[in-house]
């Protein structure tokens, strides 16, 4: 599988991005699919995960109500919605896919990875 994440840019706290990885191979379908996120300094965090049939998701508790994660099987793209952003969303976001069965936060678990798209919050 290969992974291209795109959408990232500069918004103002409170502002909204829609973030797209594009993703080709035949595997990407029964791949669970991850975002996680890197800010400066820190260590890579998890922020949200959706099956391979896209009918169950898992987020990181501080992302819980503001971001939203979806996918097209036959588009072969998974979508991160982020609503009411904040500077400390700040970071720059991969997309992932896991060929394993359950869903995981753990970025370790994940067998590919896209090259990441920056987003930053201003207050």
């Known amino acids: 599988v290969q992974l291209q994440a795109s959408g990232g840019g500069s918004v103002q706290a409170g502002g909204s991005l829609s973030l797209s990885c594009a993703a080709s191979?035949?595997?990407?379908?029964?791949?669970?699919m991850g975002w996680f996120r890197q800010a400066p300094g820190k260590e890579r965090e998890f922020v949200a995960v959706i099956n391979w049939t896209g009918g169950s998701a898992y987020y990181a508790d501080s992302r819980k109500g503001r971001f939203t994660i979806s996918r097209d099987n036959a588009k072969n793209a998974v979508y991160l919605q982020m609503n009411s952003l904040k500077p400390e969303d700040t970071a720059v976001y991969y997309c992932?896919?896991?060929?394993?069965?359950?869903?995981?936060?753990?970025?370790?678990?994940?067998?590919?990875w896209g090259q990441g798209t920056l987003v930053t919050v201003s207050s």
């Open positions: 992932a896919a896991d060929l394993g069965g359950t869903l995981s936060q753990n970025w370790k678990r994940y067998d590919y």
């Open positions: 191979g035949r595997t990407f379908s029964r791949s669970n």
